[in-house]
């Protein structure tokens, strides 16, 4: 999860396309994996030795892109992509599968099925937003069920 003052920047302009295209809105993230089911307490645990060690970090969203719909529909690449493939990595050898990502580590502007040609002629009028920096100082397990407005952080592992 991005530092609160990203977060709280980042949160302006997703609510302001989520006004303007009728989309819902969403709390700033990067998904770095989903989870096997497994009691929430066990994923707790593995949360915890998966942050454990590991510093915040510096990384920069790219210029946005039009992607696939509904949940890439707008959204900026990160980089270096090298901390989350290896917190994916770490991932899958905590819970012993592959679920983790290993490319296209992105942050997500709009979710829907408005067109690229609607949300690109928006975007010029509202502003460039591309190499922006933002640190990321957690790591969250988030219950996506419903839409994603629905969506709820049930934990959080604070990086140092």
């Known amino acids: 999860m991005p530092d609160p003052d990203s977060a709280g920047k980042i949160q302006k302009i997703i609510r302001h396309l989520s006004e303007q295209f009728s989309s819902p809105s969403f709390t700033p993230h990067i998904t770095l994996s989903s989870v096997p089911k497994r009691p929430v307490s066990e994923i707790k645990v593995k949360m915890k030795q998966l942050a454990e060690g590991v510093s915040s970090f510096r990384v920069t969203a790219k210029k946005p892109e039009c992607g696939e719909a509904p949940f890439q529909r707008f959204s900026c690449e990160v980089t270096p992509a090298t901390y989350f493939l290896d917190l994916s990595n770490n991932t899958d050898y905590l819970f012993g599968g592959n679920f983790g990502k290993k490319e296209f580590f992105h942050l997500s502007l709009l979710y829907g ?13 509202l502003g460039e937003f591309h190499n922006y920096n933002l640190y990321i100082q957690s790591l969250s397990l988030v219950y996506c069920q419903g839409s994603p407005q629905e969506w709820e952080i049930i934990h959080n592992e604070t990086l140092l």
């Open 113 to 125: 099925y408005t067109s690229c040609a609607d949300i690109k002629n928006y975007m010029k009028r």
